[in-house]
């Protein structure tokens, strides 16, 4: 099974540039225009631009506190590939991880902030013991894809 971000990606990178020429227009069209000369409903036009800016943060910071990950999963192979990279801003640092699927332990989707954000947590069996890998945040996967990672990997939830 293969399971590939990269529709969701690009749709959650075009909100983000939409938004923002939105923001900018909204700035144009207020500061040039002389609808908003006088005050509407009693505010300056520069509490309009505050908003339109505050609201743009919330947007972002809200994304950035998901934690979304580009995913690209395949167990088709001899293999189990995971290969992710963060959607957050100024991170650019791309990951994999490849493991046997006779070394593969066990795997498990952990939530948190309420179900906010999901991670799937991979373990693998080693010489030493069992390694853990870092968590991998799995956030950006509608339910259907979560359930069918979780078939695949044998996660009971």
Known sequence: MIID???SRIRIQLQKLLFLFLLVLFWVFLYTTTYFKQPVLGLER????????LLYVLYYATGYLRDANYIYFNNNSSKII??????????????????NKQE?????IVKKFGGFNKYLIIYQKT??????????????LNKKDVDQL????????
Not at 127 to 137: L, M, Q, T
Not at 151 to 156: D, G, K, P, Q, V
């Open 104 to 108: 593969f332990h066990k795997a498990e």
């Open 150 to 157: 979780a078939r695949e990997l044998n996660i009971s939830r």
């Open 127 to 140: 010489a030493r013991g069992i390694a853990k890998y870092a968590p991998v945040s799995i956030s950006i």
């Open 82 to 99: 995971i290969r992710y990279f963060s959607l957050r801003p100024l991170s650019s640092e791309q990951s994999s991880i490849e493991i």
């Open 5 to 7: 971000t990269q529709k």
């Open 46 to 53: 520069n509490y309009y631009a505050g908003a339109a800016a």
